[in-house]
């Protein structure tokens, strides 16, 4: 799968080119630190997981917001991609890290193609976890992050960081989000 996949140098490049702001990069940035953890702590527990496929998804997951700050940037950031002829994989990364995944009743109500997009792959899952312990480029616990989204989102969509929260916390064992904020 690593074949096509652009370098962590060539994914920054596109960032800045397709436009992101200073600020995006850099929460891009940290929310690649926290999923390469994640990912490590998964193989340490004997999981397959593409670490290179996760450090390239979360560097680009936010390539989007680009041209969005709105929920949209998922799918926006889906159709850069695919513009850039990026692999599948890093498409499905980046249309499926919002929240805790976008089921297609909710694709559908937001004016999206419908489909599902709640995270399916061991590295969608990844990136979009790590995603919610970022709040700018620090780090936040997870329960901040579902505490402030509970305000915007439908209960389906915080039900949805809930269960990522737990299965991502059952795959990684003794990791804990928290123990690395900076």
């Given at each position: 799968?690593?074949?096509?996949?652009?370098?962590?140098?060539?994914?920054?490049?596109?960032?800045?080119?397709?436009?992101?702001?200073?600020?995006?990069?850099?929460?891009?940035?940290?929310?690649?630190?926290?999923?390469?953890?994640?990912?490590?702590?998964?193989?340490?527990r004997?999981?397959?997981?593409?670490?290179?496929?996760?450090?390239?998804?979360?560097?680009?997951?936010?390539?989007?917001?680009?041209?969005?700050?709105?929920?949209?940037?998922?799918i926006?950031?889906?159709?850069?991609?695919r513009?850039?002829?990026?692999?599948?994989?890093?498409?499905?990364?980046?249309?499926?890290?919002?929240?805790?995944?976008?089921?297609?009743?909710?694709?559908?109500?937001?004016?999206?193609?419908?489909?599902?997009?709640?995270?399916?792959?061991?590295?969608?899952?990844?990136?979009?976890?790590?995603?919610?312990?970022?709040?700018?480029?620090?780090?936040?616990?997870?329960?901040?992050?579902?505490?402030?989204?509970?305000?915007k989102?439908?209960?389906?969509?915080?039900?949805?960081?809930?269960?990522?929260?737990?299965?991502?916390?059952?795959?990684?064992?003794?990791?804990?989000?928290?123990?690395?904020?900076?």
């Open positions: 799968m690593n074949e096509r996949l652009p370098s962590e140098k060539m994914a920054l490049k596109l960032l800045y080119e397709t436009g992101c702001s200073r600020k995006v990069i850099n929460h891009c940035k940290a929310v690649e630190k926290v999923a390469t953890e994640i990912a490590q702590a998964c193989e340490k004997g999981l397959n997981v593409d670490m290179k496929l996760v450090q390239v998804g979360a560097l680009l997951h936010d390539i989007g917001r680009s041209k969005t700050h709105s929920v949209n940037h998922a926006v950031g889906a159709e850069i991609a513009s850039l002829n990026l692999p599948e994989a890093v498409i499905s990364i980046i249309e499926r890290h919002v929240g805790g995944g976008i089921t297609m009743e909710e694709a559908e109500n937001l004016g999206w193609p419908v489909k599902s997009y709640v995270p399916e792959t061991l590295e969608e899952k990844i990136v979009a976890y790590a995603d919610k312990l970022i709040e700018g480029s620090e780090r936040v616990p997870i329960e901040q992050t579902i505490e402030k989204f509970s305000k989102l439908p209960p389906s969509a915080i039900a949805g960081m809930k269960k990522l929260h737990e299965e991502i916390t059952s795959l990684t064992g003794d990791f804990d989000a928290n123990s690395h904020v900076a």
